[in-house]
């Protein structure tokens, strides 16, 4: 289930413009970048370089891209069976599902020690959410309300990781489809309203997400490859579309 569960979450990848990020600043470079003096190898991006080390340049700084327009991906709706299912494999596990209402599903796998998972589905109409933990001393906690159809899919890989994940629901799917490969990361995401969707990736260790959507028809893809990236806190509201991608 676990390569299932990674399936889709990284089939819904979308394509990332491979556009290099440019340093702005109001501060001029001494010499020529591009040429032979004492300013080679100063400026932005050029022949290769990439950029200077100083606040002003490019150089050993995160690389942060930026996508306004990406396509959008397919979150599928809940069944309509009632369910609840709890897997843990290792010591000292905790976890708890509760449901109310009808046409509600909750799946959740463990595997490790001392994993800690909170599932709490509530109000009239369609919820989902399938959790796997694999590692030591992770912890997820995901409400969903309704009304209508809600989705989650969700997956922790390593130790220590933690996510934090809140879906209002309006009338049509909210979406989220999360996953940390590697150690001490942190993902919180608050939805609501109707037809919000996020994909978030994290693929390394000491890394921090925060992402809040409000309003309906958003939509968010943000993937983070290194370690200790910063947290860039994203917020949107009403019918906006981003995608990021960050790395080392």
Not at 28 to 54: H, K
Not at 74 to 92: C, E, F, K, L, M
């Amino acid at each position: 289930m676990n390569r299932l569960l990674a399936s889709a979450i990284l089939t819904a990848a979308l394509a990332i413009a491979s556009v290099p990020a440019h340093a702005g600043t109001d501060k001029d470079t001494p010499g020529g970048p591009c040429v032979t003096g004492p300013g080679l190898g100063t400026g932005n991006p050029c022949g290769g370089n990439s950029g200077n080390p100083s606040l002003e340049g490019n150089a050993d700084h995160e690389k942060i891209r930026y996508d306004h327009h990406p396509d959008p991906f397919h979150v599928d709706r809940p069944g309509n069976d009632h369910g609840a299912y709890i897997t843990q494999i290792g010591d000292t596990h905790v976890a708890t599902i509760t449901q109310a209402a009808n046409t509600q599903y909750a799946r959740i796998r463990q595997e490790g020690a001392g994993d800690h998972a909170d599932v709490a589905q509530a109000g009239a109409g369609a919820h989902y959410a399938a959790i796997d933990q694999n590692g030591d001393g992770n912890a997820l906690d995901l409400v969903q309300f309704g009304p209508s159809a809600q989705v989650a899919l969700l997956r922790q890989d390593g130790s220590g990781n933690s996510m934090l994940l809140d879906q209002q629901g309006g009338n049509v799917s909210s979406g989220v489809a999360a996953m940390q490969l590697g150690n001490d990361n942190t993902m919180a995401l608050a939805q609501s309203g109707s037809d919000n969707q996020a994909r978030l990736i994290q693929d390394g260790s000491g890394n921090a997400m925060t992402a809040t959507q409000t309003g309906g028809n958003n939509q968010l893809a943000w993937t983070q490859t290194g370690d200790n990236l910063s947290d860039l806190a994203i917020s949107q509201s009403g019918g906006q579309a981003l995608q990021v991608t960050q790395g080392r």
